[in-house]
């Protein structure tokens, strides 16, 4: 089950990340897949039961990418790398920067709408 796909657009293509969860014997089990190859560490391996909107969304701004301390989650953490907060930019800066992430769920369209806002209220502070 697909949580949510993360895709930054970068000069060079787009990189995608995805963070699924599969039901086992033992609860949930959570796995990310990241066509670059990087580690992450995720808040949880297993989960009794699967978290509800807002605990799969504090589950995702909880995962950390290995050797990045400074790494907010998997959506922000990317935006934080590549267009760090509380600076001016210019109106070309940013569409570039609303232009940079793209986030999809097939099984929670509703999660990827919240952080397409979130990213939209993130770049206008």
């Not at 995962?63 to 070309?92: A, C, Q, W």
């Not at 793209?102 to 209220?121: H, L, T």
């Amino acid at each position: 089950m697909n949580i949510i796909t993360v895709t930054t657009n970068t000069a060079s293509g787009g990189d995608s990340t995805s963070l699924n969860a599969n039901q086992t014997s033992d609860g949930w089990s959570f796995k990310i897949n990241d066509s670059c190859g990087i580690e992450y560490t995720l808040p949880a391996d297993i989960l009794p039961e699967l978290p509800d909107e807002a605990g799969l969304i504090k589950f995702i701004d909880s995962i950390r990418m290995d050797g990045e301390p400074s790494f907010k989650g998997l959506v922000f953490g990317f935006l934080e790398m590549n267009y760090p907060k509380g600076v001016d930019r210019t109106e070309v800066q940013l569409q570039e920067a609303s232009n940079f992430l793209e986030i999809e769920s097939n099984n929670f369209p509703q999660i990827a709408e919240k952080y397409k806002i979130r990213i939209k209220e993130w770049l206008s502070a």
